[in-house]
């Protein structure tokens, strides 16, 4: 039998069904997988034991013929998402042995559908971050490497160990979040696929908030069909959640390979930024190539207020963020670093709980709110924030049926590359994504090439809202065009 | 109406050494709202409880928590705004205000800060000696409860138990149109009262489930207003009081000493009686407000609104006009009645079918007075609505005399009792039987040959001749037949 | 808008975050690069523009009023890093 860790989660449900191997063999396969690939840092925790049991009562009912949707399946999970009496840290310090009593809706809808929890997926601290550097547990490392070099890469941020994971074979399929493009940015990074699903899709409660009004839970995969089986389990309507949206979730798996004849596919003419490199250029081009052999119309279109997108992201994140981290203050979970008094206890707590970007954000979000400054910073932001949207709805209303752009302006970099840079630099890598977050839609980045390096480039198809099923279309197409990116194992 | 803000009456100023002066109160009530659950999670709100026993993973702010809000306590405030005659927002949006504070887990309370449920109002507020206040109110807002630190069981820790965390409350300010310390008593009493006959809180000053924060400023009369001190918790309405009028003169002497007024937070001592500064904060206050992502903008429409109109129960004033209108009471009476919902509750139990007259001064001099004297509320009265009926009946019927009725009410109050039953057993009937009377009146008249002469010359004497004869029967005797009867014989 | 050490330090203390005079001088060149790169979002028009309040527009949902969650204080206290019995306890505050 071949590695059973190459097979994708239709192979793996059509392989299980059909009994050509057990759910307990593939968690066995991935175990060893993991254990072969620790210098990836990509899990943070393994939980080989509950991988067991959880597979052989997989295996269990797929003898009593009760399988499940996603039965037998093995998935890495995000560090940010609470797991019941596992551990859950966000990446950081501050939460250090924390674990939660209770289990997110996201991963309760996995295991209630049979999925195996492999263990926890390294991240930027507190999802801040765009090449999981900002980690407590250290940088990930890209299985994927310029060609002719030994130098570790970044996957990206901040769903890089799930990136990581799932392009080096240690998971079938991740959980991710993305605030600003944390999910499609790392999925580029490594020749995977990862869709942002539209906000309200998947419950956020007991997925630790970084911003409350832009993060969304998404999974990370291998192929377009297998983000559409994961989704289809990750998304609920959650009365916990008031802001998961009272729809019913459809079955995406059945819109991929739908035809996308006559369908309208928008270029926003905005994206195109100074100094972008030509070989995201060509990419670009290809895409839209690939769409219109497929039966597609291109569309030229405009979206005016693109590039403040970023700009007012870094006021409503951090803004955000910086209310959201106040509960961790060392007295109901986590560290505690004792000072005189309550206000030092807080202070030395907080000082050596989070880390240096954490710290920046917070600040930041602090400043923003504070008095005097909030209607120029805060409220304004909001403002061209309804500008952004108003721009996608503007377009949409004229009967586009979704956007294509390029998922990131540049390949991945290397781990420390960016260590001495401006932080602005750092946050450029989310310049495409964050507008889909700042409007609250759909979006998914599907592999489409390598660069001159032979690493891993993306395109990203960006949708109406609760319209993912457009992205799932549209994204097969792209992957039949370009094929599949694995990289060489040297770990 | 607003005459308090208009013309103070000269009674309301207080006198200083260099003239008079003006006491301008604000006050802000913070209102528990009356839910089983707590305004975003489904944890109780129940006074009492082991530590942290009423607590979800909401309250006690674990990550990835989400609030979910409690449509019973949006409701309680619409109805609360309803019965403040105040404007309904139709659309109102919920705040963070961000601090630290251990008893404060989210690190923020959600509140409503700049577009709050409910606007403008009014309260009516009657006064003892017959004035009418017209208080203005300027808002009132959902918010959550904050949790406890426990200061006295450890020499260097505080012990921190988030039962209350995430409880509702109600925020209701009022304008600065409030003149002196009885109009500020007067002003909460009914506002608590409003709120009690609303069911959307229980008024329970004692367990904190209403407080106040008073604001105080003095000025001249006619003059801008001056700098405030704001009295933070008070937890009852006699501090309330006391607060202000020490406040105020505290202010006064303060000005009058060349000194001014410091913008301040303090507490009131009720041991002392006195209001001091509380340790001033080492930094401004800077809440960070921004609207709650984790929440949607809180939306309903018009006929939401007017459901909860309908279902509302009769409010304090419109009972008090009816109890004059309709029952012929007198308005001090009324105003007496209405105060407390359950008792005018038990007087319109009393009153069914009665002379409401009588029953009212049954409820509000014999029972109300002898629960005073006992400390107890109406609600735990010995004497039932069905046995005060009975004893005004048995008075109406002629059964007993007014003066054994108080008799038969103590026998009631301490043993129970149907009183018809007590009244036959104990042979409290008077006696109307023309006969047995006319034999003691003969006897009586014959016994004070003196003084029957003299009656016809001084009628007034006729008392003394129904007293001895009522006497001699025990007070059993019909007093208006033997009034007759000694007319009749005494030739008066 | 440019900020200075001493509102690194006011800021860092609203956030309750100890910071170094080192740490704030370095923060405070990130802080003015981060200010100085949004300051762009003064050229845009957003008169009569309402602030994004929602995401998504739908209505609020509601609980039912249910005690859904009680007498659960050891599950609620079990991350403390230090308690007593079933209370959190925190270095004395003085009010």
Known sequence: ???????????????????????????????????????????????????????????????????????????????????????????????????????????????????????????????????????????????????????????????????????????????GTDTGGSIRQPAAFTGTVGIKPTYGRCSRWGIIAFASSLDQAGPLSRTVRDAAIMLKSMASVDPKDTTSVDQPVPDYEASVGQSVKGLRIGVPREYRIDGMPPEIEALWERGKAWLADAGAEMVDISLPHTKYALPAYYIVAPAE?????????????????????????????????????????????????????????YLRAQKVRALIKRDFETVFADGVDAILTPATPSAAFGVAEKAVASPIEMYLNDIFTVTVNMAGLPGIAVPAGLDDKGLPLALQLIGRPFDEEMLFRTGQVIEDAAGYFVPERWW | MNQAAAKPRTSKLIKGATGDWEI?????????????????????????????????????????????????????????????????????????????????????????????????????????????????????????????????????????????????????????????ADQAKAFLTKLRSILRYLGTCDGDMEKGNLRADVNVSVRRPGEPLGT???????????????????????????????????????????????????????????????????????????????????????????????????????????????????????????????????????????LAGRLNREGREIADSPVSTEQLGAIIDLIGE??????????????????????????????????????????????IIAANPDKARQVREKPAMLGWFVGQVMKASQGKANPQAVNALLKEKLGV | MSVDKDIVKRVARLARIAVSDEEAEALKGELNTILGFVEQLNEVDVTGVEPMTSVVAVEMKKRTDVVTERDQAAKIVANAPVREEHFFVVPKVVE
């Open chain 1, 1 to 175: 039998m071949s590695d059973l860790t190459t097979l994708t989660i239709a192979e793996i449900r059509d392989g299980l069904a059909a009994g050509r191997f057990s759910a307990l063999e593939l968690t066995q396969a991935y175990l060893a997988a993991m254990e072969a690939a620790r210098e990836l840092n990509a899990y943070v925790v393994e939980t080989p034991d509950k991988a067991l049991g959880m597979a052989a009562e997989s295996d269990a009912r797929i003898a009593r013929g009760e399988a499940r949707s996603l039965e037998g399946v093995p998935l890495g999970i995000k560090d940010l998402f609470c797991t019941e009496g596992v551990h859950a840290q966000a990446a950081s310090r501050i939460l250090d042995g924390f674990k939660p009593v209770y289990e997110s809706t996201v991963t309760g809808n996995l295991w209630a559908d049979g999925a195996v929890m492999l263990g926890k997926l390294n991240m930027d601290e507190f999802a801040m971050g765009s090449s999981n550097e900002t980690s407590c547990y250290g940088p990930v490392v890209n299985p994927w490497r310029s060609a002719g070099s030994n130098a570790p890469m970044v996957p990206g941020g901040s769903s890089g160990g799930s990136a990581t994971a799932v392009a080096a074979r240690l998971c079938a399929g991740a959980t």
């Open chain 1, 321 to 377: 963020a910086s209310s959201n981290l106040a509960r961790y203050d060392g007295v109901r979970y986590g560290l505690r670093v004792p000072g005189d008094d309550i206000v030092s206890m807080y202070e030395n707590t907080r000082a050596a709980g989070f880390g240096k970007e954490v710290k920046r954000r917070v600040m930041i979000g602090t400043y923003v709110l504070s008095a005097g400054y909030y209607d120029a910073y």
């Open chain 2, 24 to 180: 301008v109160v604000g006050m802000e009530v913070h209102a528990q709202v009356t839910s089983h659950a707590k305004l975003f999670s489904g944890a109780p709100t129940g006074f009492g409880g082991a530590p942290n026993d009423h607590v979800s993973l909401v309250d006690a702010a674990m990550p990835g928590m989400l609030p979910v809000i409690n449509g019973e306590c949006v409701a309680q405030a619409v109805r609360t705004g309803l019965g403040l005659d105040a404007e309904i927002n139709l659309r109102s949006v919920f705040d963070r205000k961000n601090y630290f504070y251990p008893d404060l887990p989210q690190g923020y309370q959600i509140s409503q800060y700049k577009q709050p449920i409910v606007g403008e109002g009014t309260v009516t507020v009657d006064l003892a000696d017959g004035e009418t206040v017209t208080v203005g109110i300027e808002r009132l807002h959902l918010e959550q409860d904050a949790g406890k630190s426990i200061h006295d069981q450890h020499a260097t820790m505080s012990f921190v138990d988030l039962n209350r965390s995430g409880v509702a409350l109600m925020e209701i300010v009022s304008k600065p149109d409030i003149r002196s």
């Open chain 2, 398 to 443: 002629g059964t007993i005399s007014g003066k054994i009725a108080k008799d038969l009410f103590e026998i009631v109050w301490a043993e129970g009792g149907d009183p018809r039953v007590v009244v036959d057993e104990r042979g409290m009937k008077q006696v109307t039987d023309t006969g047995a009377i006319e034999a003691l009146v003969d006897e």
């Open chain 2, 228 to 366: 405030r001190c704001e009295i933070k918790n008070v937890n009852s309405i006699r501090f309330v009081g006391q607060a202000i009028d020490f406040e105020a003169r505290r202010q006064v002497g303060l000005i009058e000493d060349g000194g001014t007024v410091e913008q301040e937070t303090r507490l009131f001592d009720p041991g002392r009686g006195e209001t001091r500064s509380m340790r001033s904060k080492e930094e401004a206050h800077d809440y960070r407000y921004f609207p709650d992502p984790d929440l949607l903008p809180l939306e309903f429409d018009q006929a939401y609104v007017d459901q909860l109109a309908a279902g509302l129960p009769e409010l304090p004033d419109a009972r008090k006009e009816r109890f004059v209108g309709a029952f012929g009471l007198s308005p001090y009476d009324a105003d007496v009645l209405v105060a407390e919902k359950e008792n005018a509750e038990y007087f319109e139990a009393v009153a069914e079918g009665r002379d409401p007259k009588i029953a009212a001064n049954w409820v509000i001099n014999e």
